[in-house]
């Protein structure tokens, strides 16, 4: 995923945020909620506020690290494809999905009273716990895939995988377009993907056979480095809604390098249950689907075909033929 130099700063701080209230609230767990007096006098609930507030703390820990030591043994010892997602991304729905379990029995033993509060708790930690399988499942090979639609004009298209990361995507167009030949393009400095993705994309494009087909590029998204109509066809994966206000820009790049009648897959995050469980409330400060039409309308595109894909919004944007 391809990020603006002036919007990067900000747009994944939330990973050490995600580490630090973890940490917070584990040792607050750990401290804190064994020292009432409710919970003090029950043994079982004295000691498994304590074993809950360790596993939140070191889990918070492991996050803020980015899982070094550890993904980096995972990712040395295994053979298989690996997008390269770092704890935050992974484990934070989890995480959360255990603050909110402990709140809530901690809200039922200290005050009774609120059990509707409680209650709460119970439902936003199943929301979590779903997130986290949706953030775990996102990370495979089998979920490298992308929605079926008539994007290529001819099959020896060259095609641009813009916001590659570590090449989830293009291994996916790979997968669906035998004939293509892609361009996969990152600034490979994402501080949510291992390394920035380059090591990870070669590594997977090497185990999915198709290294001689797919050439690596590194550019931003706000300023292609290609010229004028240069690729049959383009395609941008859960990146281009990263970018905050140079969205747009990088609408106005893609319909550039797109040859006359050239078609463009957009696929976004937008507000939904899928990314509610996923990113909870931040949820709702994502573009909706009417925000992504009008932009790829101002940036010159028409909509021929859009729909859902996994929780997120897909459009296939087309390039006016003169």
């Known amino acids: 995923m391809t990020a603006n ?12 945020l995600v580490g630090l209230l973890g940490l917070a609230a584990g040792l607050a767990l750990l401290i804190y909620v064994p020292t009432l007096p409710a919970v003090s006098g029950v043994v079982l609930a004295f000691a498994g506020f304590h074993l809950a507030g360790a596993v939140v703390s070191l889990a918070s820990l492991y996050v803020l690290t980015n899982g070094k030591v550890l993904g980096r043994y995972r990712r040395v010892q295994g053979s298989g494809f690996d997008f390269g997602w770092v704890p935050a991304w992974t484990y934070g729905p989890w995480i959360a999905a255990l603050i909110s379990v402990a709140a809530a029995m901690a809200l039922q033993i200290v005050a009774p009273l609120w059990w509707p509060l409680a209650m709460a ?7 979590f716990f779903a997130g986290g399988l949706v953030t775990h499942a996102s990370g495979r090979y089998e979920a490298a895939v992308l929605p079926m639609v008539d994007l290529l004009a001819r099959p ?3 095609v641009l995988d813009g916001g590659c990361g570590a090449g989830r995507t293009t291994v996916a167009l790979g997968r669906a377009c035998s004939g293509a030949r892609i361009v996969a393009l990152d600034r490979f ?3 949510y993907i291992e390394g920035g993705g380059r090591r990870l994309l070669e590594r997977n494009l090497q185990l999915a056979g198709l290294s001689s087909r797919v050439e690596i590029a ?3 998204l706000t300023a292609l480095p290609f010229p004028d109509l240069a690729f049959d066809a383009t395609v941008s994966a859960h990146a281009i809604d990263h970018l905050g206000p140079q969205a747009a820009t990088a609408l106005r790049e893609m319909r550039r390098v ?13 507000p939904g249950w899928t990314m509610f469980a996923v990113a909870n409330v931040l949820s709702f ?6 925000a992504w039409r009008a932009m790829a309308a101002d940036a010159g595109f028409a909509i ?10 897909f459009a296939v944007l087309q390039k006016p033929d003169v």
């Open 5 to 16: 130099p002036g919007t990067r700063a900000s747009s994944h701080s939330h990973m050490w």
């Open 121 to 127: 708790f119970l439902l936003l930690a199943a929301a």
């Open 156 to 158: 020896e298209s060259r």
């Open 189 to 191: 400095d994402s501080d």
């Open 218 to 220: 590194q550019g931003d």
């Open 258 to 270: 797109l040859k006359p009648g050239g078609r463009f897959l957009l696929i976004v995050w937008v």
């Open 285 to 290: 400060f994502l573009a909706p689907p009417r």
């Open 304 to 313: 021929v075909d859009e729909g859902r894909f996994n929780g997120n919004w």
